[in-house]
């Protein structure tokens, strides 16, 4: 059960992350949303279900997240459970030698910053605060199957090393009570994809024969986040409809 909990959701205006966030709400929990685009933020807010529980983060400012942790935490009375959701696809073809061999250091950077940055050091925020707080909490990052595949640039790069701090955090901190685990969705329905409400759900690239719906995700999500599952830790559960297996 994860009624009363409380939980941040980053990246949640849309997509998985939004799923995620209202499935939590529907739960019972408080949740707080956060994004780029406070407006936006502010709208999904609301259609959860939590007035203006929301926050603008942007997510390549590291430095800002102590700070914006403090304040959400306030605004909550508390944080039990965070999710890692906020990422950033590179701006090439990762898979185009042309574009690969052409990547500048500030497009580098700025996918680094957003995937791992981001999640180490909220990873981090949050783990003092519930060693300070005496909270068993859960930490959940939704990483991505290229964390399984070779990879050429910036974006699988960031996902592998991400799925590594998953794996390390879980085992350094599951003796203090601190579940940390991910998610590694395959192709999703959503508009980071490409895919656009009314578009075909078929993926003739993926076994099952279609993309994984968003819900499909926050399903999962909900379940690693429960008290049932607290004995997987340091995992991230591949759910891609077998498209990555070779």
Same mark, same amino acid.
Request: with cysteine; net charge neutral.
């Given at each position: 059960?994860?009624?009363? #909990?409380?939980?941040?959701?980053?990246?949640?205006?849309?997509?998985?992350?939004?799923?995620?966030?209202?499935?939590?709400?529907?739960?019972?929990?408080?949740?707080?949303?956060?994004?780029?685009?406070?407006?936006?933020?502010?709208?999904?807010?609301?259609?959860?279900?939590?007035?203006?529980?929301?926050?603008?983060?942007?997510?390549?400012?590291?430095?800002?997240?102590?700070?914006k942790f403090a304040e959400a935490a306030s605004l909550l009375g508390g944080v039990?459970?965070?999710?890692?959701?906020?990422?950033?696809?590179?701006?090439?073809?990762?898979?185009?030698?042309?574009?690969?061999?052409?990547?500048?250091?500030?497009?580098?950077?700025?996918?680094?910053?957003?995937?791992?940055?981001?999640?180490?050091?909220?990873?981090?925020?949050?783990?003092?605060?519930?060693?300070?707080?005496?909270?068993?909490? #859960?930490?959940? #990052?939704?990483?991505?199957?290229?964390?399984?595949?070779?990879?050429?640039?910036?974006?699988?790069?960031?996902?592998?090393?991400?799925?590594?701090?998953?794996?390390?955090?879980?085992?350094?901190?599951?003796?203090?009570?601190?579940?940390?685990?991910?998610?590694?969705?395959?192709?999703?329905?959503?508009?980071?994809?490409?895919?656009?409400?009314?578009?075909?759900?078929?993926?003739?690239?993926?076994?099952?024969?279609?993309?994984?719906?968003?819900?499909?995700?926050?399903?999962?999500?909900m379940h690693l986040l429960s008290k049932e599952a607290e004995m997987i830790c340091g995992e991230t559960v591949v759910l891609d409809g077998a498209?990555?297996?070779?």
């Amino acid at each position: 059960m994860l009624r009363g #909990n409380r939980a941040i959701v980053t990246g949640a205006s849309r997509g998985i992350g939004f799923a995620i966030a209202r499935s939590l709400a529907n739960a019972g929990c408080r949740v707080l949303i956060t994004g780029r685009n406070i407006a936006t933020v502010k709208a999904t807010a609301k259609e959860i279900g939590h007035g203006d529980i929301s926050y603008a983060v942007d997510s390549v400012k590291q430095k800002e997240i102590p700070a914006k942790f403090a304040e959400a935490a306030s605004l909550l009375g508390g944080v039990d459970i965070l999710v890692n959701n906020a990422g950033l696809f590179a701006q090439r073809n990762e898979w185009d030698s042309d574009s690969l061999l052409s990547t500048t250091l500030a497009e580098w950077q700025k996918v680094m910053d957003v995937n791992l940055s981001a999640v180490f050091f909220s990873m981090q925020t949050a783990v003092r605060y519930m060693r300070e707080n005496k909270i068993k909490g #859960n930490i959940l #990052n939704v990483t991505s199957v290229a964390g399984y595949e070779p990879t050429n640039g910036a974006y699988g790069a960031s996902k592998i090393a991400a799925t590594g701090l998953t794996r390390g955090w879980g085992k350094r901190f599951a003796s203090e009570g601190i579940v940390i685990n991910g998610i590694a969705p395959g192709p999703v329905a959503t508009e980071m994809n490409g895919w656009h409400e009314g578009d075909p759900m078929e993926h003739d690239r993926i076994p099952f024969g279609r993309f994984a719906t968003i819900d499909e995700i926050a399903s999962l999500a909900m379940h690693l986040l429960s008290k049932e599952a607290e004995m997987i830790c340091g995992e991230t559960v591949v759910l891609d409809g077998a498209y990555a297996i070779r």
